[in-house]
């Protein structure tokens, strides 16, 4: 998961600094495999060579798994589509480079970046991360898996609405901060206003939504990991905002730029976990009655 989200704030940072067609052909940089790591070059080719690095640790995990989860089958085969998924994620990588950044062609390069983020924290979650059994209760586990699933959901679709405002270069179209070309509602008649008025909307209904989560968890009493999660998830929507608003104040500058991938990553991760845990602890539940059914 580091190396993953190390990944992430790198394709970041390669946009942020204008450095996405440094290497201007591609598998190859410059002709090379080995080109002189300096400038732009330095950013985006060290960006194809963290992606490498991905690419044979989770071979080497997929291996891992065929061999220590053959009671879980289903834990290779996301495996296995975490292979395919990167390999998808390499050529869209490839093709915005050869057909110069394409709005659309980058921010599908975003998407699936997101959704092996999402992938690689189901395995992550279902092994080293998993809860003790019976800490989440039967009664507990279904409303956890909900409440994950619809902020997941929620910050995935938020995700995607903020590839589309870098890649149409939106992120300035608001210049002014809390309101948007000086009115709480902007004409919206213009694209890339109406791109970056509702990546802010989106944003507050997600603030919303992950509060209400650690609120209702706090509320009904569920365990502590879970109560832990949901407060990480807060605290990191309130440093997204936050980083999303000094993004435009300093237009758009490397650092909170880059760091608001990272942190939107980062959030998708936590919700993907308790999403995760939740669907463990109830499939646990349900499993057993059956278990005791076919012993008796």
Same mark, same amino acid.
């Given at each position: 998961m580091?190396?993953?989200?190390?990944?992430?704030?790198?394709?970041?940072?390669?946009h942020?600094t204008h450095?996405?067609?440094?290497?201007?052909?591609?598998?190859?940089?410059?002709?090379t495999?080995? /080109?002189?790591?300096? =400038?732009g !070059?330095?950013w985006e080719h060290l960006?194809? @060579? $963290? &992606?490498?690095?991905?690419?044979?640790?989770?071979?080497l995990?997929?291996w891992?798994a065929?061999r220590?989860?053959?009671d879980?089958?289903?834990?290779?085969?996301m495996c296995l589509?975490?292979?395919a998924?990167l390999?998808?994620?390499?050529?869209?990588?490839?093709?915005?480079?050869?057909?110069?950044?394409?709005?659309l062609?980058?921010t599908?390069h975003l998407?699936?970046a997101?959704?092996?983020v999402?992938?690689?924290?189901?395995?992550?979650?279902?092994?080293?991360?998993?809860a003790?059994p019976g800490?989440?209760?039967?009664r507990?586990?279904?409303?956890?898996?909900?409440?994950?699933?619809?902020?997941g959901?929620?910050v995935?679709?938020?995700?995607?609405?903020?590839?589309l405002?870098?890649?149409?270069?939106?992120?300035?179209?608001?210049?002014d901060v /809390?309101?948007?070309? =000086?009115? !709480?509602?902007?004409?919206?008649?213009?694209? @890339? $206003? &109406?791109?970056?008025?509702?990546?802010?909307l989106?944003?507050?209904v997600?603030a919303?939504?992950?509060?209400?989560?650690?609120?209702?968890s706090?509320?009904?009493?569920?365990?502590?990991?879970?109560?832990?999660?949901?407060?990480?998830?807060?605290?990191?929507?309130?440093v997204?905002?936050?980083?999303g608003?000094?993004?435009?104040?300093t237009?758009i500058a490397v650092?909170?730029i880059?760091?608001h991938?990272?942190?939107?990553?980062?959030?998708l991760?936590?919700?993907v976990h308790?999403?995760?845990?939740?669907?463990?602890?109830?499939r646990?539940?349900?499993?057993?009655?059956?278990?005791a059914h076919?012993?008796a």
């Amino acid at each position: 998961m580091v190396w993953t989200l190390l990944l992430l704030w790198l394709g970041s940072v390669v946009h942020a600094t204008h450095s996405s067609l440094a290497c201007p052909d591609w598998p190859t940089c410059h002709g090379t495999m080995f /080109p002189v790591m300096t =400038g732009g !070059v330095f950013w985006e080719h060290l960006h194809r @060579l $963290v &992606a490498g690095g991905l690419v044979l640790m989770w071979i080497l995990a997929t291996w891992i798994a065929g061999r220590e989860t053959r009671d879980r089958p289903w834990i290779f085969k996301m495996c296995l589509a975490g292979i395919a998924l990167l390999v998808v994620q390499a050529v869209f990588g490839g093709l915005t480079v050869l057909f110069k950044l394409p709005p659309l062609v980058s921010t599908t390069h975003l998407t699936l970046a997101m959704t092996f983020v999402a992938l690689a924290t189901v395995l992550a979650s279902s092994t080293a991360w998993a809860a003790a059994p019976g800490e989440l209760s039967a009664r507990l586990a279904p409303q956890v898996r909900r409440w994950g699933l619809v902020t997941g959901v929620l910050v995935f679709l938020q995700c995607i609405l903020g590839a589309l405002v870098r890649h149409y270069h939106a992120g300035m179209a608001c210049p002014d901060v /809390p309101l948007c070309l =000086g009115h !709480v509602v902007p004409p919206l008649g213009n694209h @890339l $206003v &109406a791109l970056q008025f509702f990546h802010r909307l989106t944003a507050l209904v997600v603030a919303a939504a992950v509060i209400a989560f650690a609120t209702w968890s706090f509320r009904v009493g569920a365990p502590a990991f879970v109560r832990v999660w949901t407060v990480w998830a807060v605290v990191l929507v309130l440093v997204q905002i936050a980083l999303g608003v000094i993004s435009v104040l300093t237009a758009i500058a490397v650092v909170p730029i880059s760091l608001h991938t990272l942190v939107a990553a980062s959030l998708l991760a936590v919700l993907v976990h308790l999403t995760t845990q939740g669907w463990a602890a109830q499939r646990t539940v349900t499993a057993e009655p059956a278990a005791a059914h076919a012993a008796a």
